[in-house]
């Protein structure tokens, strides 16, 4: 379905955003993996996916909190596989603190990676969308970019940012081939919530074991963490001609948490 079609995925060297790679290089998108981890860690994944599904596979340690680096990350690709067609704004960091003992540089760092990531991908591969007429950008915001939890400021702020820039991006190039929506899941056991279940245990004075059942799964009615591969599965079709008027869209996998 994507033969011939290159995707930039964002911090998907793990979780959530290497499904979502996997997912796209299943129907034949060449695909841009990012994230923090050195290129030998990550060199393993490169060879699997082109082994597996015969697709270019290029890594890009581009850090997302600079936006010299994300346009070069582009840029870059455009030049190795002749257009970025997918843009998929993955990556993210969390930390749990109440909002008057946040720490500085933690804000900064979640409004970098988790929002404005998103603004200079965005502005960097936008225009040879639009020379094309057809394109697809996917921003990974989150239930908290619909709704609020304590001790989540910064990640709170930076997912409803993101919403915005979607709804905004969807509307400046409805007219051009292009959507723009974004993903909002409930809880997924990916390290980065693995990392949250101790530092809330300690911002609200609970065990492990109680911020699983009272906080996370509290939440989301369905009682169960959300699996990867339905956000990969989504991904996959709003890449496809079916979801052409789809755009502008949050669209929630929270187990009906946002229902509530
Ligand atoms: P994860 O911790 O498993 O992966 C994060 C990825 O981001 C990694 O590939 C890491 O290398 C990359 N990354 C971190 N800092 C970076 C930087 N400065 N530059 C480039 N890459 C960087 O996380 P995940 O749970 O898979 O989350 C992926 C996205 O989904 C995030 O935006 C997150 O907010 C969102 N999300 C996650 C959940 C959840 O429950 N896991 C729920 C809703 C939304």
């Known amino acids: 379905m994507l033969n011939g079609k290159t995707a930039i995925v964002t911090g998907s060297t793990s979780g959530i955003g290497l499904t979502i790679a996997e997912s796209l290089a299943e129907q034949g998108a060449n695909i841009v993996l990012n994230g923090i981890e050195p290129a030998a860690q990550v060199d393993p994944v490169v060879q699997g996916l082109k082994e597996k599904w015969g697709v270019g596979v290029q890594f890009d340690g581009a850090d997302m909190r600079d936006p010299a680096q994300i346009e070069t990350m582009v840029s870059g690709a455009e030049g190795e596989f002749g257009s970025v067609d997918i843009l998929v704004n ?47 950008i996917i921003n990974l ?64 004075g609970i065990t492990e074991e109680e911020v699983i059942r009272d906080v996370m799964l509290a939440a989301q009615p369905t009682k169960r963490f959300v699996d990867t591969s339905e956000l990969g599965a989504l991904a996959v079709f709003l890449c496809s001609e079916a979801a052409s008027s789809m755009t502008g869209s949050a669209l929630p996998v929270d187990g009906g948490w946002t229902a509530h």
């Open 90 to 136: 993955n990556a993210g960091i969390q930390n749990v603190a109440p909002v008057d003992e946040f720490p500085v540089d933690k804000w900064d760092a979640i409004i970098a990676i988790n929002m404005s990531s998103a603004f200079h991908t965005t502005r960097a591969a936008l225009p040879g969308m639009k020379k094309r007429g057809w394109g697809r």
């Open 141 to 204: 915001a989150s239930a908290h970019g619909l709704v609020a939890s304590p001790f989540k400021s910064a990640y709170v702020a930076a997912k409803h940012g993101v919403v915005g820039l979607t709804k905004t991006v969807a509307l400046e190039v409805a007219e051009q081939g292009i959507t723009c929506n974004a993903i909002c899941p409930g809880y997924v056991r990916t390290p980065l919530v693995e990392k949250q279940i101790p530092a809330t245990a300690e911002a609200r």
